[in-house]
């Protein structure tokens, strides 16, 4: 088992930025791949970024490239998402995600493990 909390959601005004971060206890961190996915009121839960167990391949939905960054802290178990130039379409729920695995991917399927999510809010 593994447990994931969110933190860093809250309210931003366009063009802000803000950083998730997902901390992850319970199993062997570097095991598993992490992912980031988002769902906004009505809309389907969404993919939003992925990191593999070693770190060294990122993978971003088309809607957040160039804007978000997602990293791990190996040493802290923690996988962090930085979002810069939010923008109001960027209003969800995020959700923490792991999977036992080394590949990241985009598929929600495809992960085991959820946290409860963390609320973000862009105003325009």
């Known amino acids: 088992q593994v447990q994931l909390v969110e933190s860093g959601g809250g309210l931003v005004q366009a063009g802000g930025s803000l950083r998730l971060s997902c901390a992850a206890s319970?199993?062997?961190?570097?095991?598993?791949?992490m992912g980031w996915f988002r769902q906004a009121p009505g809309k389907e839960r969404e993919f939003v970024a992925a990191v593999s167990s070693s770190g060294r391949t990122r993978s971003y939905a088309d809607s957040v490239k160039g804007r978000f960054t997602i990293a791990r802290d190996i040493a802290k178990n923690t996988v962090n998402l930085q979002m810069n130039s939010l923008k109001p379409e960027d209003t969800a729920a995020y959700y923490c995600?792991?999977?036992?695995?080394?590949?990241?991917?985009?598929?929600?399927?495809?992960?085991?493990?959820w946290g409860r999510g963390t609320q973000v809010t862009v105003s325009s």
């Open positions: 319970g199993r062997t961190f570097i095991d598993y791949t």
């Open positions: 995600a792991a999977r036992l695995a080394s590949s990241a991917t985009d598929s929600s399927a495809a992960y085991s493990y």
